[in-house]
Structure formats: structure tokens, C-alpha cells
């Protein structure tokens, strides 16, 4: 029988994808042993080589980390950084110790999710710092797998190893920690509609998997010097692949494009000026936004007159959006504030300027309210008849937000546009809630946003995503942000950017029809648990070849490779 020596010494790599080396049983018991004495000494001569080597695989860590950092969906990402940074810090995990070697590869990943923290401001926030440390571990999984589980094969299939375990990293963090879809890879892809159109078929998880498959397939073409021989049925399955996904992308793209009959869309935000007033008055008033108990407690004259501003700008603009032409007109989240029994005296406003212009309102604004926790996160559709079709509570407030979360159910209603359904800003995060939309067959999702700088792009982008898992488009009316409208195949309609202009006005002509079904919209998130009946498949093999080895070596350190 014969019996496989494996190099595990300090866990290097020769060559190619590690050292395989055979012996055949025939030359009898005493010689057998010599043998295999020899292969050992050879194995350790040779480790000892690599190791006094090792020093100059620092800048595989050096540039992955610096790619990586790139890559983190933030403002200032690059797309190619997402393709690239893995094939360093996999080929770096492949030449270090593995213990050493994974745990710098985490420090990577760490600092990647550090650099957008900071980016986004969001660390100051004790409880998404503490998500994102979870994250951290969540990341390195697949590099772990990798290193010890695809470096003992070498074969083709084992470039599949990395893609899996990472989709079923990012499948697991979306649905436990309760933060929304973030850290998911694919989302830095949001500008190659092509690649996108994969979102229908698999979520944004399948396109995190054709860029970590790419990244693990370059990696292991170089672990073989490149030679075409021994790469070339992988690369073929790879390429053929690739083709496949991109082409079917490009002929949706052409030939499910969106329809002609489009409708005019508005979204509003108040100008800095009302902004200013309403800050002011505030301030001479001795209240904040940001303390709803004292606002409730205070002087509702003073209070109510303090908010008037930035309400009566958001009501003129409505007005003169609509005398433009425009048939809906969609508020921004929360920039607007009403104390409860201002409520109804602001909706009867926009509603006497929905009944004379024959369009749909979406309003938007803060409810101060008399009990705790004294503000709701609320969006209300004003009909053409002048009716409230619906009033919705933000079902994902952020960590930053101390309200009561809202039902969680999504209105929609019917309109000559198609149907209208409504979320709040961070809702859009959490695809099981954007889900109901489709499923209750929505044209058109308004949705109220709210974002800051350094943080002003990000969900804009998500948004392309969203619109084409369900086959719905989307306005997203984002003050302190980025505003966009985008079809259901993820093109932008129309873009405005609140940090580059006075007075906010995203203008756009949305697409008209029926909503796109989707393979997405009916089977789930079937790819992903996929991907998760795939990493137990990686974790049994790892299981298996790691007895194998501590059998053949039973004074081996744990017998990782």
C-alpha cells in the first residue's frame, strides 16, 4: 500500500501548492524505513531553506493589506482592489507558518475594517466597533480554510474552497449579527452592471463568489509558476465561467432593458438655509434634535416655530416639483420635525398640494411624541385624493437612533405608475425586509434616507444591489448624502449629491412597468446556503486529511501542514 509523505515542516510550500512526495511498498520492511527517513530529512533541509527565504514574503502582506484597504466598500474604494488583494494575502498565508502567517492575515483584515470605521465616523460607536471585530474572524475563515485545506490538495477544485467558506461567511454575518448585509465583497462591484446582473440568479452573494474565485484561481495559477500546462484545464473552467455570467449579464442588460414610458420622479430636501434657521432657532430656544425628551418638555410654540423652517421649505419644494411636472415626490428621512400635534396640520398641507397637482407624496419626518422614547421614525404616502395611504415606522433604526423599531411590515399601494411600497434608509440593508416589496409585487420603492459625510455614497450604491435581486426601481432620497434613482437593472436614472449644492433636488424619469421577476425574488438565498453546505464539505475534508496526517506523523505539531 502506499504511503503519503507530506511536508509539514513549519507549513511551506515548494514550487507549486506544497510537497508531495510517494513511496511504494516492495523493497522490504528495512529499507522502507531508510526511505522514509531520507524523504524526512529531505523535507526538513528543504523547510529549513524556505524559512532562512521566508523574510521576502513580507510584501505580499505589505500590498495586500494596501489593496485590501482599497477595497473595503467605502467612499474612496477601488472595484479592481477587491479582485486583487486576496491573491496576496492568500499566497502570503501559503509561504508563513500557518499559525503566523493567518494571524497576520486577520491583522489585515482588521485594519481594512479600522480604515473604514474611521472613514465613516462610525468609530465612535461602541456597539459597531464591537460588530466589526466579529466581522474580522467572520473574514479570515475562508484564508484559514484555504491554508489548511485547499494547500494539502492542489488540485483545480480546491480553488473553490476560498470563494465557498467566504459567501458562507458573509451568508452567516448578514442573518445573526442583525447589522444588515455589510462586509459583503461583492457590493464594491456596484458599477459593472454586467457582473451585477448576477444579483438576479444569486444576491450580491453571487458576485462576491466570482471575485473571491477569481482571486483564489490567480493565486493558484502562481503557485505553478504560471505554466499553461499544468493551469490550463482550471483556467478553462474558470474563463468558461466567467464568460458564461458576464455574457448572460450583458445580454439582460440589452435585451430585458427597462421600458419607455417612464414617469417623473422628485426628490426633495430642504436648502441649507432653512437648515440654518431651524438650527438657530433651536439653539436660542436651548434645545438639540438629538434630545427628544427635552424638545417634547419644552414650549411647543417655541418648539413647533423652531421646526417650521426646514417643514415649510420641504412643502414649498413639494409644491414647485410638482408644478414642474413631476407625479411623485419623495421626502427625505427625518430632516423635517413635527411635534404630535403638528402632525396632522402638516399632512393636510401636502395634502391639499396633492389633491391640485394630482401627485403622490411620500412625506417623511421625526414625530416628536409625549412618551417614551419620544421621537418615531416615520414615513407617510399622500394620495391624489388627498389620503394617507399608509404611515410607516423605520424598522432598523441604527445604533445611533434610541426609538422603537416599527412593525417591520412594508406598505404598498397601487398607482397609474405601478405599485408603491416605502422603507426608511438602513431598512434597505436588511434584504428579508426588502423582500416583502417583491413579493407584494412592487413597480417602485420610495425610500426616505439620511446619511453624513464620509458615509454619503455607500447606501447609494448598495442600492443598485437591491434593485436588482427584486426587479424593482428605487428612489432614494438621501439629504446629507447621496440621492439616486436607479432602474430594476441597476442603472442610475439620476444622481444628487447634497454636499454639492445649495438646495438638494434629485430630478429623474423612472422607468414604468410591471416589476422584473427574478430567480433572486423566488428561490432566496439558495446560492448561499449552497456555499454553506459547501464549507461543511471543506470542514469534514480538513477533518479527514488532518487524522491522515497526525497518522503518518504522530510527533507532527497538531499535524497542520
Known amino acids: 500500500m502506499p504511503v503519503r509523505i507530506e511536508r509539514w515542516v513549519r507549513g511551506e510550500e515548494s514550487g507549486v501548492l506544497g510537497i508531495r512526495e510517494r513511496r511504494k511498498a516492495g523493497a522490504g520492511e528495512g529499507a522502507g524505513e531508510g526511505e522514509d527517513r531520507g524523504l524526512r530529512g529531505r523535507a526538513q533541509a528543504r523547510g529549513e531553506r524556505a524559512a532562512r527565504a521566508r523574510p521576502g514574503g513580507r510584501w505580499l502582506w505589505g500590498a495586500g493589506t494596501a489593496l485590501l484597504v482599497l477595497a473595503v466598500h467605502s467612499n474612496w474604494h477601488l472595484a479592481a482592489a477587491a479582485w486583487l488583494f486576496p491573491v496576496f494575502l492568500l499566497r502570503y498565508a501559503r509561504l ?22 474611521v472613514s465613516t465616523g462610525m468609530v465612535f460607536v461602541p456597539s459597531v466597533v464591537a460588530v466589526f471585530a466579529v466581522l474580522v474572524v467572520v473574514q479570515t475563515l475562508p484564508f484559514i480554510a484555504d491554508r489548511l485545506v485547499a494547500a494539502r490538495s492542489g488540485a483545480g477544485w480546491s480553488t473553490l474552497v476560498f470563494p465557498v467558506v467566504l459567501v458562507c461567511g458573509e451568508y452567516l454575518f448578514t442573518r445573526l449579527a442583525g447589522f444588515g448585509d455589510y462586509g459583503v465583497l461583492g457590493f464594491t462591484q456596484h458599477g459593472f452592471l454586467p457582473l451585477v446582473q448576477l444579483a438576479s440568479v444569486t444576491g450580491v452573494y453571487g458576485v462576491s463568489f466570482v471575485v473571491a474565485w477569481t482571486a483564489s484561481v490567480a493565486h493558484w495559477a502562481w503557485g505553478r509558476g504560471f505554466r499553461w500546462r499544468e493551469i490550463r ?31 417623473r420622479v422628485a426628490g426633495i430636501s430642504a436648502g441649507r ?4 434657521a431651524t438650527q438657530r432657532a433651536l439653539h436660542t430656544a436651548g434645545q438639540e434634535l438629538w434630545r427628544p425628551r427635552n424638545l417634547v418638555r419644552a414650549d411647543p410654540r417655541r418648539v413647533g416655530a423652531a421646526l417650521a423652517p426646514v417643514a415649510d421649505d420641504l412643502v414649498a419644494a413639494t409644491d ?30 401636502v395634502a391639499e398640494i396633492a389633491r391640485t397637482r394630482q401627485v403622490y407624496v411620500n412625506t417623511a419626518f421625526a414625530l416628536y411624541t409625549p412618551r417614551p422614547p419620544y421621537v418615531r421614525n416615520v414615513a407617510a404616502l399622500v394620495t391624489p ?48 425586509l426588502m423582500r416583502q416589496a417583491a413579493d407584494k409585487d412592487t413597480a417602485l420603492i420610495l425610500v426616505p434616507a439620511n446619511d453624513w459625510a464620509g458615509f454619503e455614497s455607500l447606501h447609494a450604491q448598495r442600492a443598485v444591489f437591491r434593485s436588482v435581486e427584486y426587479g424593482y426601481a428605487m428612489v432614494r432620497q438621501s439629504v446629507h448624502g447621496v440621492a439616486t434613482a436607479v432602474d430594476h437593472q441597476g442603472r ?19 422607468p414604468v412597468r410591471p416589476r422584473t421577476d427574478t430567480l433572486y425574488s423566488r428561490t432566496g438565498d439558495l446560492f448561499a446556503l449552497l456555499c454553506a ?12 486529511r488532518g487524522r491522515r496526517v497526525r497518522a503518518a506523523f504522530p510527533g507532527a505539531p497538531g499535524g497542520r501542514p
Not at 102 to 112: P, S, T
Not at 246 to 261: E, F, K
Open 96 to 117: 508563513r507558518p500557518a499559525r503566523r502567517g493567518l494571524l497576520r492575515v486577520g491583522y489585515a483584515l482588521g485594519l481594512g475594517q479600522l480604515a473604514w470605521l
Open 233 to 263: 484545464r482550471g483556467a478553462v473552467v474558470w474563463a468558461g465561467a466567467l464568460a458564461l455570467v458576464l455574457g448572460a449579464g450583458g445580454v439582460r442588460l440589452v435585451w430585458r432593458a427597462p421600458t419607455t414610458d417612464t414617469v
Open 273 to 276: 438655509a432653512a437648515e440654518r
Open 320 to 349: 414647485r416639483e410638482a408644478r414642474a411636472g413631476a407625479r411623485i415626490v419623495v421626502w427625505p428621512e427625518t430632516q423635517a420635525g413635527v411635534l404630535a400635534d403638528g402632525r396632522q396640520r402638516l399632512l393636510d398641507r
Open 385 to 432: 385624493e388627498g389620503k394617507v395611504a399608509w404611515t410607516y415606522d423605520k424598522a432598523h433604526p441604527t445604533p445611533m437612533e434610541p426609538m422603537t423599531p416599527g412593525k417591520g411590515a412594508v406598505p404598498v399601494t397601487g398607482s397609474p405608475y405601478g405599485r408603491l411600497a416605502t422603507v426608511i434608509c438602513y431598512d434597505a440593508d436588511f434584504p428579508e
Open 492 to 510: 442610475i436614472r439620476g444622481l444628487a449629491d447634497y454636499f454639492t449644492a445649495d438646495r438638494q433636488t434629485l430630478v429623474a424619469e423612472v
Open 533 to 544: 453546505g459547501g464549507t461543511l464539505v471543506v470542514v469534514a475534508l480538513g477533518v479527514v
